[in-house]
């Protein structure tokens, strides 16, 4: 295990937006080209009534909000691109001076453009001043007035006629209105009657003159003289001693200044640039001096033409022409130490005013930041040679390459801990005595000369009278088998020591009996863990492999483990120490340092100017400061500061649009819409957060909805949205503090349309019932009709099968079969009788068993035809020939046709067909299967049809039987049956029944 106080491999990776820093004590932004605003020339600075930062650039107007950056160029409607003022009014509107091209007003997204009257020279604006119901435009050319409610320009008399009468600068004093001209002095402006009048011109002769600013009743004037070798650019009055003519104070300054701002803390920042030369930069007033502050604040430019302070986040803005807008933070929550600049420093302990930093292989010595004293590797070298220990371990440790690793402190003296050996020294860094430790040792101290030492992946060992001796060695090592193993951090409470080691993955507490250390409690479900630090006097804090922090209080022999902070919900995924002191906790892991301030959480990464890529060594606490010692030297962490920074933040702006409206909200409210849109789009911005980058949004829509991730900083979009009353949520998560605040940004009122409406369900329930009354009856009387209908059905088959009964059993048939029996019997002819008997009692079986059949099988149905021949032939007296031919692929007891099919046909071969002419009559039967079809043929060699056609057949026959033939393949075959008859080539007729399979 790594144990607490090996610092050196703990790296802390800070993210950083790519963004200019320098090593500076302040921690400054740079917006250039590069990384989102329309040009490294900016003109202008201005922070309007919402908190929003505008730019007026060489290339368009960008905007900074907590959104992000947005630019404005030609699409936007602004014509000319050198934007060089910029106003807003008391209605909030928004004013943009160009040099060039007039004047341009924001509205809806959009830039409207004014052209000033008069001369070509009066659209180059130079500056822009909003005072009572006007807008005041100072140009090239002299003064103009805007009415900016009625929109257009007020007359009045210029004195545009002069030559080189630019204005370059406004002030206001009791009440009164001033502008500054470059060359005929200062004017008082009387708005009523559009007129003004020069107070100052003399003091004024053989000098330009440039910005004005007055601070607290002191009037600020910048100029400079034809005369190169005047360097007192800096003039100051009392503003009434100025109006009334008396001579100023003066500063040398050697360049020009062209604005002022003042800081909450009465400091005041000029913005220089020398024009002619490259003079200029950031300048501070300290009493009657102007300091160059351009280093100290990472400014790199020298022609800088704004400066602005904003109060409320106390950070200040100053704009170049050569490199863009930079963003200096005043807060100074972070400040780098001036110590010796190197990167070797592995850790650092403070102690009765003393500051130890311990480097690769150095030790020193600070007091109030000045180096005292320094103990060097060859120092440590020199006195282990001067005193041999008792007791050494083997050559390849003494040979090694020896380097320092950690520093540890007791109340009496310091060790350091190197990869050979421990060295004691005092407070002064006079080297005690040292011990061989091995290459993985670590001390704990147990009381003043008793120290533990932890091995890793190992035992760790006791040693006694540590110190005693003129100089140490080792007296006597204790081990037991009920040692700690892989410790990982320890705690001294009181008398007591208490280690934290694993077991199985389980943090267990061990704590102290004499020499040894016994097992005392395994810690509930508390994960590994991995650094852990004194708290109180009773109490440390841990962090365990899962990074959550938690709390240990030790109280009548049990642990309490509370958890303090889930450090996961920051997006930690590795930790890699922690400290406390002073009611102080800090954690460094991958997303930046931690500090937990009794209630508060603070996230210490790039967004207070830390560099990128630090490799955090150890970190200690003094009263209300974090000192951290890294690789890029010591930084100081003033948590004072961070209590008094306003960490809260309100909405902006608020902009809900559709497709066909959009309405600006300056809070949350309710819009209600005539129709339902296709899509919803809500934009807000916060822009009084000190650290807008660090905010993360989620929305969700109801209160039962999850969250949803904000795909676009400060939009949301709601496709097809509910009808109703809708509420919209914005969750805002501070990921400095990790606070979550719920917004309630708008309710939507979507009226339902006509068709979703109460009346409307009403009127559509009576319309479907109607409906369905009307489709009930319909489907009743349907149903009576079908009922009727299939009773006529089934009585028409009744009497079908009746007609086709009494065509079989008519009782001319019957007689007549009757009649050839007597016949035969008078003749005795017994055999023929009794055959003619059998066949006809047969025949009328067949009858009977088939005529309540709809289909009977084709076997049957051959059977009973030649029966009824076989009758026919006895009764008529002749010898019928006849001729059976069924194809072998048919299976005529699975072929299925309507009972008595060929019966009418074979009736009308006999009625018709035969006479006497006839000398041997006969009947063919063919049976025959097709692809998809099976073909009944009943052919004869009679008379034939005598010129009759099959149409003529049909319709002229008399037969009762075939019309009822007919009708069966009607019923039972419909559209799947066909019926030709046809003459024969050698005589006779064919009929021939086609069934579809």
């Known amino acids: 295990m790594n144990l607490s106080g090996r610092y050196h491999k703990y790296y802390l990776l800070l993210v950083f937006i790519g963004l200019f820093l320098n090593a500076a004590a302040y921690n400054t932004v740079n917006y250039n080209a590069k990384n989102g605003i329309a040009s490294n020339g900016v003109r202008k600075i201005f922070i309007d009534h919402i908190h929003r930062v505008w730019l007026g650039t060489d290339n368009g107007v960008s905007c900074i909000t907590g959104n992000g950056i947005k630019n404005y160029l030609y699409s936007n409607g602004l014509d000319y691109s050198k934007i060089w003022e910029i106003e807003q009014c008391p209605d909030s509107s928004l004013w943009f001076g160009s040099f060039g091209n007039g004047l341009y007003e924001y509205r809806n997204n959009k830039f409207y453009n004014y052209q000033l009257p008069r001369s070509r020279a009066n659209n180059s604006i130079r500056k822009l001043k909003s005072f009572g119901k006007y807008l005041f435009i100072g140009t090239e050319a002299g003064l103009n007035i805007f009415d900016y409610q009625k929109r257009e320009f007020v007359p009045f008399k210029n004195l545009s006629e002069r030559d080189s009468f630019q204005i370059l600068d406004f002030f206001e004093y009791k009440s009164k209105l001033y502008f500054q001209s470059f060359f005929y002095g200062t004017f008082e402006i009387n708005p009523e009657q559009k007129t003004f009048r020069n107070i100052r011109f003399k003091q004024f002769e053989n000098k330009w003159n440039y910005s004005a600013y007055q601070h607290n009743g002191t009037l600020f004037l910048s100029r400079t003289r034809f005369n190169e070798s005047d360097h007192h650019n800096l003039l100051f009055w009392k503003a009434d001693r100025y109006l009334s003519g008396a001579k100023p104070d003066s500063i040398a300054i050697n360049t020009v200044i062209w604005e002022f701002a003042n800081t909450s803390d009465k400091e005041m920042f000029a913005a220089c640039w020398g024009v002619r030369d490259n003079s200029g930069g950031l300048y501070k007033l300290r009493g009657k001096n102007m300091q160059r ?153 147990l009381s003043k000369n008793d120290v533990l030492v932890f091995r890793d992946y190992g035992n760790s060992e006791f040693c006694g009278d540590f110190g005693k001796g003129k100089h140490f060695v080792f007296k006597h090592w204790i081990k037991g088998k009920t040692n700690p193993r892989d410790v990982s951090g320890h705690c001294r409470l009181n008398d007591t020591t ?113 560099p990128s890529d630090l490799i955090v060594r150890t970190a200690t606490v003094l009263n209300d400061k974090i000192y951290a010692a890294t690789t890029a030297g010591i930084y100081l962490v003033d948590v004072k500061k961070l209590r008094n920074l306003k960490l809260n933040w309100k909405l902006s702006a608020l902009t809900v649009s559709t497709d066909s409206i959009s309405r600006n909200f300056s809070k949350a409210g309710k819009i209600n819409f005539g129709q339902k849109p296709a899509e919803i789009v809500v934009r807000w911005e916060i822009n009084n957060h000190p650290y807008p980058e660090n905010l993360q949004y989620s929305y969700r829509i109801g209160s039962d909805n999850s969250w949803s991730a904000v795909a676009t900083p400060g939009s949301i979009k709601i496709s097809n949205p509910q009808y109703g009353i809708t509420d919209l949520y914005l969750r805002v998560t501070d990921d400095t503090t990790g606070n979550k605040t719920i917004v309630h940004l708008l309710s939507f009122d979507i009226p339902k349309p006509f068709y979703l409406q109460i ?53 001319h048939f019957i007689f007549n079969a009757l009649s050839s029996v007597q016949n035969l019997i008078l003749k005795n002819e017994t055999d023929k009788t009794l055959e003619y008997t059998g066949y006809f009692a047969k025949f009328l079986r067949g009858i009977m068993q088939n005529s309540g059949e709809r289909l009977v099988p084709l076997k049957e149905e051959i059977d009973n035809t030649l029966r009824y021949i076989e009758l026919e032939k006895l009764r008529f007296n002749e010898n019928v020939e006849i001729v059976l031919d069924v194809d072998q692929q048919l299976n005529i007891n699975e072929v299925f046709i309507i009972p008595f099919l060929f019966q009418p046909f074979v009736e009308n071969i006999f009625k018709h067909a035969f006479t006497k002419e006839i000398a041997n009559p006969r009947i063919n039967f063919s049976i025959a299967l097709t692809e998809d079809s099976i073909i009944y043929s009943i052919s004869d060699n009679g008379k034939g049809l005598n010129g009759q056609t099959y149409h003529d057949v049909i319709s002229k026959s008399t037969s009762k039987g075939l019309k009822i033939t007919l009708a069966q393949l009607a019923k039972y075959f419909p559209d799947k049956h066909a019926l030709t008859v046809s003459e024969n080539n050698k005589g006779g007729v064919s009929w021939v029944v086609t069934v579809q399979c």
């Open 759 to 811: 009346w409307f369900y009403i009127v559509l329930a009576i319309v479907f019932s109607g409906i369905g009354f009307y489709f009930t009856y319909r489907i009743r009387v349907r149903k009576l009709k079908e009922k009727t209908a299939k009773a006529q059905m089934e009585a028409s088959e009744l009497q079908l099968r009746l007609d086709t009964l009494q065509l079989l059993l008519k009782p």
């Open 293 to 445: 502050m351009n280093e100290a604040m990472g400014i790199n430019s020298n022609q800088l033409l704004d400066v602005e302070y904003d109060k409320l986040l106390n950070k200040l803005y100053v704009a170049s022409i050569d490199k863009g807008l930079y963003v200096i933070d005043l807060n100074e929550i972070v400040v780098k130490l001036p110590f010796e600049e190197k990167s070797d420093i592995l850790d650092m302990k403070m102690s009765a005013g003393r500051m130890f930093v311990l480097k690769n292989d150095t030790l020193q010595l600070y007091r109030e930041r000045r180096l005292i004293k320094s103990v060097t590797m060859t120092d440590v070298t020199k006195f282990m040679n001067r005193y041999k220990p008792v007791r050494t371990f083997d050559d390849a440790v003494l040979n090694a390459e020896k380097r320092f690793r950690d520093l540890s402190i007791s109340a009496d003296y310091l060790v350091i801990n190197s990869n050979f050996a421990e060295i004691r020294l005092d407070y002064d860094l006079n080297i005690l005595d040292y011990i061989f430790s091995g290459s993985d040792g670590r001390l704990c101290f």
């Open 498 to 610: 208490y280690l934290l080691a694993s077991e199985n993955q389980r943090m267990y507490l061990y704590i102290q009996n004499d020499t040894l250390y016994k097992r005392f409690e395994k810690l509930g479900n508390v994960h590994l863990p991995t650094h852990n630090d004194r708290l109180g006097e009773n109490s440390f804090v841990s962090v365990d492999q899962s990074n959550v922090l938690y709390k240990g209080v030790y109280a009548k022999d049990s642990l309490l483990m509370t958890k303090l902070i889930d450090l996961r919900q920051f997006g930690v995924i590795e930790s890699y120490f922690v400290r406390a002191g002073n009611g102080l906790i800090i954690v460094a892991t991958n997303k930046g340092g931690f500090v937990l301030d009794r209630d508060n959480v603070y996230l210490i990464d790039h967004t207070y100017g830390l």
